[in-house]
């Protein structure tokens, strides 16, 4: 790793709580931008490096006739039994954080000063370990839940994956910052937009 490799900033939060929009909005700001669910579906895209293995532990009922993976009989799977959820994990965890160290170095060779480490289960996961900070979007539970289901969910499976993660209390409690999304989101924004200064300032 080259040695201005730049400080990993940890974004979390459960789904539907506005991670999506927190990380977009810092990668305008100038933040390195290393998301773990794009290198995910890209391990599990047509001819992707995990479809193999996902095959083998999975069958061919978690695919479509085509060969791509069905994402929606993928989630119904591992979003209902925990211990298939453990399996997929176990397939794609390790892959995910090999690509990301890989784009981290990337963005030290760019010059990056801070790299936003996307991750949705950061905690679970311990990727929270190679963070100097942490930093969690949160929704209380009505919108939380309104927002799952606004992407074509019902209100049983918005459920399903929203328990399947941390709970919000624990993960805010563990988190260096929590940023409330609960409000309009040029409030968050700003608050996003002064705590990066902030973090700059701080780096110097």
């Excluded at 959820?85 to 963005?107: D, F, G, N, S």
Aim: hydrophobic fraction near 45%.
């Amino acid at each position: 790793m080259p040695a201005n490799r730049p400080f990993l900033l940890g974004l979390t939060g459960g789904i539907g709580c506005g991670k999506s929009e927190a990380a977009a909005w810092l990668k305008g700001l100038g933040a390195a931008h290393i998301d773990a669910d794009a290198i995910s579906r890209a391990l599990t895209a047509p001819g992707g490096e995990a479809l193999g293995e996902i095959r083998r532990r999975f069958g061919e009922g978690v695919f479509r006739p085509d060969g791509a993976l069905d994402r929606a009989a993928m989630g119904e799977k591992v979003f209902r039994d925990a211990a298939a959820r453990r399996t997929l994990e176990a397939i794609l965890h390790p892959r995910v954080r090999r690509r990301m160290a890989e784009e981290i170095e990337a963005a030290a060779q760019r010059g990056a000063r801070v790299a936003v480490l996307d991750v949705p289960l950061l905690f679970e996961t311990g990727m929270d370990a190679l963070c100097g900070e942490t930093w969690a979007v949160s929704a209380g539970e009505k919108a939380q839940l309104s927002r799952v289901m606004a992407r074509g969910l019902t209100e049983s499976q918005a459920r399903a994956r929203i328990a399947s993660q941390m709970s919000r209390e624990e993960r805010n409690a563990r988190a260096t910052r929590v940023i409330n999304t609960d409000r309009p989101v040029e409030e968050t924004r700003a608050e996003l937009t002064a705590l990066y200064q902030q973090l700059l300032a701080r780096l110097g």
